[in-house]
Every structure is written in C-alpha cells, then in structure tokens.
T-cell receptor
Framework: DAGVIQSPRHEVTEMGQEVTLRCKPI?????LFWYRQTMMRGLELLIY????????DSGMPEDRFSAKMPNASFSTLKIQPSEPRDSAVYFC??????????FGDGTRLSIL | AQSVTQLDSQVPVFEEAPVELRCNYS??????LFWYVQYPNQGLQLLLK??????LVKGINGFEAEFNKSQTSFHLRKPSVHISDTAEYFC?????????????FGKGTLLTVNP
C-alpha cells in the first residue's frame, strides 16, 4: 500500500505566481480531502470530494483557490495568483467510505 | 457544527512517566472522536477512534482514550512514554452516522518526552 502521495514536498515561489499541488489518493478510496495547516489557524479543511465530485468547498478561502479531481486517482489544488499569506503546509487525505482518513506527508508551500 | 478544544498546547514529560493529553468537544448531535499523531515533516496518522460501544478505546503504540459523554471529553493517556512518542497530537470530532462527515480538528498538543 503506497499511501496517499503528494507532490511536490516543498515549493518555494514568488507572490503572483500560479501554484499547483498534486495528490494521488489510495486506490479504492472514494473520498478525498484537502487541508491547510498553519501555526495560527491549525488544520483547516478546504474542500472534499466524493467519487470525484466536490461536496463541500466552504473552506476554500478565496476565489484564488480552486481544486479539481478529474479522475479517481488524481486531484489538484491550485492557487492563482499566490500571496505570502498562502504559505502553509497543505495536506491531502483519502478514505474508503466511512473509515478514517489516511493523510499524505504534505506539501510545504512558501510564497515570497 | 462541532468544535474541539485541546486544553494544553504543550506538554513536557520525562521518559517512562505517564501522560494525559486533554480534549473537550462541543456538539449538538452525536459524534465520533479521533486522536491523530503527527511526527515532524509527516502527515497525520490515526492513533485511535471512538465510534460506539465501550467508552475506553485502545489504540496503537500503547495509547488509550476514554469517551466521557457527560463531560464531553476524550482524553488521551499512556502509562509510560518513550522518547519516540515526541510528536504533535490532534483530537478530532465528526458528526456520527452516515458517511458524509467532516473532521474538525483541535489546535494540537505538542508532547515532548525528555530523557
């Protein structure tokens, strides 16, 4: 079992640039979640999908953030344009049905 | 909506000492409760969960937690900690029933085990 795979592990870019974070969930998991972790706000749910369909995006902070899940094995979280306050660790998690979530190792994003 | 309060942001202990990490939750509906552990530069790993049944739940690495509905608490305990238990611990809650539930996390407790 390869676990949830996120890429890149680290991303440093200048403000105004487009940032794309990627996630490959565990095969067979039908739920996928994107979280953001910061010292100030802790772990926040941004959006989650069920069977590739976005169910709740109420945690997405602004229109600059968008997420897609074109198929069961891939999801992206995009920030355009990026700002320094977007600097955080972004986690992807997946789960099968009602079972607990499995987390990836995260992408540490720094916007200069 | 649900909310979680982890009462201690940092807990330093000596190796082989017992530890309790406190978690209180708020919810107007029945809940499921979870504890996750995060080691440096890694994602969260599930330690244990309470869904129903016995209020004393045993998890991995010798941890256990007790669900107390009247006090709306789910404190995590270990009788004897190791240096390797140094990590951040997160309590989480979700609405029970069905499968469309979201996790709400506490702010975390940093457990530091000193030799």
């Amino acid at each position: 079992d390869a676990g949830v795979i996120q890429s890149p592990r680290h991303e440093v870019t200048e403000m105004g640039q487009e940032v794309t974070l990627r996630c490959k969930p565990i095969s067979g998991h039908d739920y996928l979640f994107w979280y953001r972790q910061t010292m100030m706000r802790g772990l926040e749910l941004l959006i989650y999908f069920n069977n590739n369909v976005p169910i709740d995006d109420s945690g997405m902070p602004e229109d600059r953030f968008s997420a897609k899940m074109p198929n069961a094995s891939f999801s992206t979280l995009k920030i355009q344009p990026s700002e320094p306050r977007d600097s955080a660790v972004y986690f992807c998690a997946s789960r099968p049905g009602s079972q607990p979530q499995h987390f990836g190792d995260g992408t540490r994003l720094s916007i200069l | 909506a649900q909310s979680v309060t982890q009462l201690d942001s940092q807990v330093p202990v000596f190796e082989e000492a017992p530890v309790e990490l406190r978690c209180n939750y708020s919810s107007s509906v029945s809940v499921y409760l979870f504890w996750y552990v995060q080691y440096p530069n890694q994602g969260l790993q599930l330690l244990l969960k309470y869904l129903s049944g016995s209020t004393l739940v045993k998890g991995i690495n010798g941890f256990e937690a007790e669900f107390n509905k009247s006090q709306t608490s789910f404190h995590l305990r270990k009788p004897s900690v190791h240096i390797s238990d140094t990590a951040e611990y997160f309590c989480a809650v979700s609405r029970s029933g069905g499968s469309n539930y979201k996790l709400t996390f506490g702010k975390g407790t940093l457990l530091t085990v000193n030799p």
